[in-house]
């Protein structure tokens, strides 16, 4: 059938290809008169504007839009499949296509409103563009999956993945990356990722958390928990998790920051089970072989309080910043490690690191207390080879203390340590031996005598 420019009543049956050379209106009277079944197809041109009839939501009703053209959608509809292998599928007010959107080219435009792919979707070398204040929600009512291989970016709006049974499975997750502050949302449901993966912003929503999994087939997203596994997770911009599990033998690469504000697990492995209930309030572990990283010029900051159970590794790179501002317990009760190339800065209470801590970076103390319990690389007997050790007392008290079994005073120094302020102490020692350096030195009663300090060669105690 060749049309110029009409308004119809039509139902268009078999294969019947509809070739439109002006302008068509969709305009029907009802929900009968514009239905395309079966393999019935499209072939729409560019002129299409406010093409979409009432659509009704049922098995085997399917739009395809090819060539490159655009379908623009101006009033609230619903399709049960849709298919486009060209063009742009562009909406401008609410489309819910409910059970299988394909796209195999070209890209889809959320303008305003929202368009949700209640069931399942695939996007193969497909432009999304979300405008700021649109959405596009990603939902699996049916137990559908929604896959991305070669997709691009999306816009400032805001990509929510709800669903209920299905799964998020992009094949490259370019998705994630959205331009100009672009938000990915999960309130609820599953993300699976084949493949590292950049995200720019990530907000977790209402009472649930992210639930980052990397299995075999990648990334699963779900309830009560953040999980990434065996490939590496690159956050950018800002992530806030609100506590969870995370499995699995890939990195965490955190170039931004991220905030943790309840319990959040980091484990090698595929049990996944845990209840909140037992877990101390913001509690964060690192089990097995897991890495989380901390990369260059990025900070990782527990703001209320942060528990870290670390059977892994939790890696400060060079340049980026470890903040506790109020009480951390960093513990090592399987062979964890910390590896603090960057600064990791205690401006808290009380901060106690039980794991082995390796600092070829800076420690710096602007309040509170930083006790090392466990083994430090650095500390061999009674001499402290290296790093870089601030203790800032000028406002309170801000002290590090080197306290655990077998620990001496320290008489040999190779490291940089400074003292700067009346209320600083730089300690080591167990409960039988125990000496300080306090500001100025010999202030206060101490085991350890400035004169039985031998400065080593790179090494310097710096009282400012």
């Not at 649109?134 to 939902?139: D, G, H, K, T």
């Not at 049916?142 to 992009?170: C, E, I, K």
């Not at 999960?186 to 990397?214: C, I, Y």
């Not at 528990?307 to 506790?324: C, E, H, I, P, R």
Request: hydrophobic fraction near 40%.
């Amino acid at each position: 059938m060749l049309v110029r420019s009409r308004a119809l009543r039509a139902i268009l049956l078999g294969s019947t290809a509809l070739a439109v050379t002006a302008t068509l209106t969709w305009a029907p009277a009802s929900a009968a008169d514009c239905v395309v079944r079966e393999t019935g197809n499209w072939n729409d041109p560019a002129t299409w504007t406010n093409c979409f009839g009432a659509f009704p939501a049922g098995y085997g009703d399917t739009a395809k839009l090819d060539g490159n053209h655009v379908l623009t959608v101006t009033a609230a509809q619903d399709v049960d499949e849709f298919t486009q292998t060209d063009g742009t599928l562009r909406g401008e007010a609410d489309l819910t296509i409910t059970y299988r959107a394909t796209f195999s080219g070209g890209g889809l435009e959320v303008v305003q409103g929202k368009v949700t792919l209640l069931n399942e979707s695939t996007f193969t070398n497909a432009t999304i563009d979300v405008a700021e204040g649109a959405v596009l929600e990603l939902s699996g009512w049916y137990g559908g999956q929604h896959q991305f291989s070669g997709v691009g970016n999306t816009g400032p709006g805001t990509v929510r993945v709800d669903a209920v049974g299905g799964l998020l499975h992009p094949v490259e997750l370019k998705l994630l990356t959205p331009t100009a502050f672009g938000t990915l949302e999960v309130p609820k449901g599953r993300l699976s990722v084949n493949a590292p993966s950049t995200v720019q912003t990530l907000v977790q929503d209402g009472f649930t958390s992210l639930h980052w999994e990397m299995i075999d087939h990648g990334m699963r997203e779900a309830n009560y928990s953040v999980i990434s596994g065996d490939h590496d997770l690159t956050v950018t911009g800002a992530a806030f998790l609100l506590g969870g599990d995370q499995t699995g033998s890939g990195t965490t690469i955190v170039e931004g920051t991220a905030t943790i504000g309840a319990p959040f697990l980091v484990r090698d492995g595929n049990y996944d089970y845990y209840d909140p209930r037992y877990r101390p309030h913001n509690e964060y572990h690192i089990y097995g072989d897991r890495h989380v990283v901390v990369k260059g010029g990025g900070s990782f900051e527990g703001e209320s309080g942060l528990f870290v159970l670390l059977y892994g590794t939790l890696w400060n790179a060079d340049g980026s910043l470890l903040l506790n501002n109020t009480s951390l317990s960093l513990g090592g009760w399987g062979g964890g490690l910390f590896v603090n190339e960057g600064t990791f800065r205690n401006s808290g209470n009380f901060a106690e690191i039980s794991a082995t801590l390796d600092n070829p970076g800076m420690v710096e103390v602007e309040q509170g207390f930083l006790v090392l319990t466990g083994p430090v690389l650095q500390l061999a007997g009674d001499t402290l080879q290296a790093g870089t050790w601030r203790v800032l007392g000028d406002a309170a008290t801000a002290e590090i203390a080197f306290f655990g079994m077998g620990f001496v005073p320290i008489a040999n120094l190779g490291a940089d340590v400074t003292l700067s302020g009346a209320d600083s102490r730089f300690c080591a020692g167990d409960a039988q031996t125990y000496g300080c350096w306090d500001y100025p030195p010999d202030s206060r009663t101490s085991d350890l005598e400035d004169s039985l300090l031998t400065i080593l060669d790179g090494g310097a105690l710096r009282v400012l």
